[in-house]
């Protein structure tokens, strides 16, 4: 059974830092995209991140320069650094994974194939 669970979340002022991690167990992950996107409260779930199979990255153009993903194929973990986080960045964060090999669904969230449960972030001013 495929799992992605979320942690790292929390409450942090304006201007600080979190760091939230996505630990994928049931298969590896290694030659697949992986994202994270969040949902804020009656708004639709967002794209914030991607990372493909090699490394690149992808970023939505409101978390660009602030937020950085990473992986760590070894210990089949993704991670989101949030760095200068503002009080529009409060949402539930999830992290997402393909399914598929060597393709990269980027942005399209219907694309993601696993879901984990998300964790909270809320920034306050």
């Known amino acids: 059974q495929v799992r992605l669970v979320e942690s790292g979340g929390g409450l942090v002022q304006a201007g600080g830092s979190l760091r939230l991690s996505c630990a994928a167990s049931?298969?590896?992950?290694?030659?697949?995209?992986m994202g994270w996107f969040r949902q804020a409260p009656g708004k639709e779930r967002e794209f914030v991140a991607n990372?493909?199979?090699?490394?690149?990255?992808y970023y939505a153009d409101s978390v660009k320069g602030r937020f950085t993903i990473s992986r760590d194929n070894a210990k089949n973990m993704v991670y989101l650094q949030m760095n200068s986080l503002k009080p529009e960045d409060t949402a539930v964060y999830y992290c997402?994974?393909?399914?598929?090999?060597?393709?990269?669904?980027?942005?399209?969230?219907?694309?993601?194939?696993?879901w984990g449960q998300g964790t909270q972030v809320t920034v306050s001013s």
């Open positions: 997402a994974a393909d399914g598929r090999a060597y393709t990269n669904p980027y942005s399209l969230r219907d694309r993601y194939d696993y």
């Open positions: 049931g298969r590896t992950f290694s030659r697949s995209a």
């Open positions: 990372i493909n199979w090699d490394s690149n990255t």
